[in-house]
């Protein structure tokens, strides 16, 4: 098992931000419905149920293992369905990470109140952070 220092974990961390960050907009969160592609392959039969935009920069705090993300405005689903997984991109749409989506307390990396959404139906972010996960955990 590799195990990593925690300033190379922070600098991690530091690059995804950057990479969100990369295009003239802010990054993006886009929930969509199952099935999950191969990482980064395009989406085909998915839905995007929701696109949330992040602000620019969008990092409140980095520090601790963790990156807390500024605000996230509210947002609007596009469509009906059930939340399977979320692309992380650039505002200009490129790839930056897939992340499982599921229920509070199911341990995804994207955790929500509900997996059900609705059409017209608003998303609330009330905390984004990523955790880089210590070695020895």
Known sequence: MMVLSPAVRLARLHIIAASLDSAATGGL??????????????????????????????????????????????????????????????????????????????GAELEMSSVDLLAGGAITVSLAQLHELPSDS
Do not use: H
Not at 64 to 87: Q, V
């Open 29 to 106: 969160i886009r929930i969509y419905s199952a099935p999950r592609p191969a990482a980064g392959d395009s989406v085909t039969a998915q839905i995007m149920l929701a696109e949330l935009e992040l602000p620019k920069p969008p990092i409140a705090d980095l520090a601790d293992d963790t990156l807390t993300f500024a605000p996230i405005p509210e947002a609007l689903c596009n469509a009906s369905g059930t939340a399977a997984w979320a692309r992380l991109s650039n505002g200009a749409g490129l790839w930056v990470a897939d992340i499982d989506v599921g229920e509070t307390g199911s």
